[in-house]
């Protein structure tokens, strides 16, 4: 490898050996990922390692058994956010069927470990496009959790081009191994709702975004927009960065329904063991939680 530098009487190399001397070299393959541009200068830079390590215990895989007219049957899966100690799980409402699909069942694996925790459908925000499932027959334990509630209170709110990052995970044949992704807010926007647009490597909906620090400052969020104000007349959809103040609303009315879920849930699977059959819990009916929608303006 050589070096050019400007001399008076021309262009002269410097020594190969002068270079080596200063500086040890560094593999590219061994340097830090650069943040993505635009969020390089806005803040300190995550330690990705420990955001991981702090996070990675609360974000789990839910299985979902989806069933159509006719008795077709498929399963499929999500990523989701354990927020509340006793098991109760934030996702994409999106995932969790609609339309021709039927839920019939759900289940949820925690970390790397094959075990399905059975769990029920507690309710679903309409508005907010985001679901609550509640994980069930866990013997009292408290859950790994991402605490929303105590993260709401922040100040100030994430600044545009601050560097932030998102954690998921893979599926289940690379052992549903905990990933972590770089991305920051690019707009403000007010209408329909406050939220932010991103850019970056991360844009799972249903999950939180976390700051340098490893505290969630948003959720992502599938959402559309005014009706009739896109430039075709109609509305578009697209993920984008919910505040943790409208989310937290909408966390308050789901837990108001666990306990009504659980019972019913215990009352089929009795029902089930009474016919000699194992008939999944039935699950919430498709509406924001309490009939409300915490995430209007």
Same mark, same amino acid.
């Given at each position: 490898?050589t070096?050019?530098?400007? &001399?008076?009487?021309?262009?002269? !190399?410097?020594s190969?050996?002068a270079?080596l001397?200063?500086?040890? $070299?560094t593999?590219?393959?061994?340097?830090?990922?650069?943040?993505?541009a635009?969020?390089?200068d806005?803040g300190?830079?995550?330690?990705?390692?420990? #955001? !991981?390590a702090?996070?990675?215990?609360?974000?789990?895989?839910?299985? =979902?058994? !989806?069933?159509?007219?006719?008795? =077709?049957?498929t &399963?499929?899966? %999500?990523h989701?956010v354990v927020?509340?100690?006793?098991g109760l799980v934030? +996702?994409?409402?999106?995932?969790?069927g609609?339309?021709d %699909?039927?839920l019939?069942?759900?289940?949820?694996l925690?970390g790397a470990?094959?075990?399905e925790?059975?769990?029920? +459908?507690v309710?679903?925000?309409?508005?907010?496009? +985001?679901?609550?499932?509640?994980?069930?027959?866990?013997?009292?334990?408290?859950?790994?959790?991402?605490?929303l509630?105590?993260?709401?209170?922040?100040?100030?709110?994430?600044? /545009?081009?601050?560097?932030?990052?998102?954690v998921t995970r893979t599926g289940?044949? =690379?052992d549903?191994?905990?990933?972590?992704?770089? !991305?920051? =807010?690019?707009t403000?926007?007010?209408?329909p709702?406050?939220?932010?647009d991103? %850019?970056?490597? @991360?844009?799972e909906?249903? /999950?939180p975004? @976390?700051d340098? *620090?490893?505290?969630?400052?948003?959720v992502?969020s599938?959402?559309?927009?005014t009706?009739?104000?896109d430039?075709?007349?109609?509305?578009s959809?697209d993920?984008f960065a919910l505040?943790?103040? *409208?989310? #937290?609303?909408? /966390?308050?009315?789901?837990?108001?329904?666990?306990?009504?879920?659980?019972r019913?849930?215990a009352?089929a699977r009795?029902?089930?063991?009474a016919?000699g059959?194992a008939?999944?819990?039935? $699950?919430?009916p498709?509406a924001?939680?309490?009939g409300?929608?915490?995430?209007?303006?």
């Amino acid at each position: 490898m050589t070096a050019r530098r400007r &001399t008076a009487g021309g262009i002269a !190399l410097a020594s190969v050996a002068a270079l080596l001397a200063s500086a040890a $070299p560094t593999r590219a393959a061994d340097a830090p990922s650069p943040a993505p541009a635009g969020a390089r200068d806005a803040g300190p830079q995550p330690d990705l390692e420990a #955001v !991981l390590a702090r996070v990675a215990p609360a974000v789990v895989t839910v299985q =979902f058994l !989806l069933r159509y007219e006719g008795g =077709f049957e498929t &399963t499929d899966w %999500a990523h989701g956010v354990v927020v509340d100690p006793s098991g109760l799980v934030l +996702l994409a409402s999106g995932n969790v069927g609609g339309g021709d %699909a039927k839920l019939a069942d759900v289940k949820v694996l925690l970390g790397a470990d094959p075990k399905e925790w059975p769990a029920v +459908l507690v309710a679903r925000d309409s508005t907010l496009d +985001l679901a609550y499932v509640q994980v069930l027959g866990d013997e009292g334990r408290p859950f790994a959790h991402v605490d929303l509630d105590a993260a709401a209170a922040r100040k100030p709110e994430p600044r /545009l081009g601050e560097p932030l990052c998102g954690v998921t995970r893979t599926g289940r044949a =690379f052992d549903y191994a905990p990933s972590v992704r770089r !991305l920051y =807010f690019t707009t403000r926007i007010e209408a329909p709702r406050r939220m932010w647009d991103f %850019a970056g490597e @991360f844009g799972e909906a249903g /999950l939180p975004v @976390f700051d340098a *620090t490893g505290q969630p400052v948003a959720v992502l969020s599938r959402q559309s927009g005014t009706e009739g104000a896109d430039e075709g007349g109609g509305s578009s959809t697209d993920t984008f960065a919910l505040p943790l103040s *409208t989310v #937290v609303k909408s /966390l308050e009315q789901a837990r108001k329904r666990v306990p009504e879920a659980v019972r019913k849930a215990a009352e089929a699977r009795k029902d089930g063991e009474a016919r000699g059959d194992a008939e999944p819990a039935k $699950p919430a009916p498709d509406a924001a939680p309490g009939g409300e929608k915490p995430g209007g303006r």
